[in-house]
Structures are given as structure tokens and as C-alpha cells.
């Protein structure tokens, strides 16, 4: 009985570390896939919900290029922070107004910029 459970714990601890070495192999791989799932969904949203005085093509252009900027990994993480809670607290009862879009449109224009 003994064997079989130190062989379970064996192959378990065997599996979290190839999985632990896995990930930070892949990490900027994963990192990659987060960030354009988290912004392709955002983007929807504020798609969804923009004014009319806001173009369609300027919204895709602005997620685009925080996009490309995060991937270059030269961004002010407070910045990114900011806009996170900002489209969090907009979206908590899961619609957004014009200008709380209008507010993320600013912010992720300010964030590429800088």
C-alpha cells in the first residue's frame, strides 16, 4: 500500500513540475494569449456601445495599438491598472454607457501615447 501511494505522490509531483516548467517556458506565449482575449473582449463591449461621434475603425485602430504596446512589453503597468478598473467598474453591471466608452477611449489613447 505504501508503494503504491509514494508512487502517486511520485508521478504527482513529477506532473505539477513539467507543468511549473511548461508555463515558464511558454510564458510570454500564455502572456500573449491573455492580453488579446482580455482586449478582444473589451473591445467588443465598447463596440457595442460607442457613440455615434466615435468611428468604428478609430476604436479597432486604439485596441490595436495598447495591443501592440503591451506586446512590446514598454507600457506603464499603473497605466495599464488604471484602465483595467476603469473598464471593470463601467462594465460591473455589464453595459456600458457613452461616456464611460468615451473614458476607456481617452484612457487607452493617453496609455498608447505615452
Not at 511549473?20 to 500573449?32: A, F, L, Q, R, S
Not at 482586449?39 to 479597432?60: C, G, H, R, Y
Amino acid at each position: 500500500m505504501k508503494k503504491v501511494l509514494l508512487t502517486i505522490l511520485g508521478v504527482f509531483v513529477v506532473l505539477i513540475i513539467v507543468g511549473v516548467v511548461w508555463i515558464y517556458m511558454n510564458k510570454e506565449k500564455i502572456t500573449n494569449f491573455a492580453v488579446e482575449k482580455g482586449f478582444t473582449a473589451m473591445e467588443s463591449a465598447v463596440l457595442q456601445n460607442s457613440p455615434s461621434n466615435i468611428s468604428e475603425d478609430e476604436v479597432k485602430k486604439v485596441f490595436e495599438e495598447t495591443v501592440a504596446k503591451i506586446k512590446s512589453g514598454d507600457f506603464d503597468k499603473e497605466k495599464m491598472k488604471t484602465i483595467a478598473t476603469t473598464f471593470q467598474t463601467s462594465f460591473q453591471d455589464q453595459k456600458l454607457d457613452s461616456t464611460e466608452v468615451v473614458l476607456i477611449i481617452k484612457e487607452l489613447k493617453d496609455f498608447v501615447e505615452e
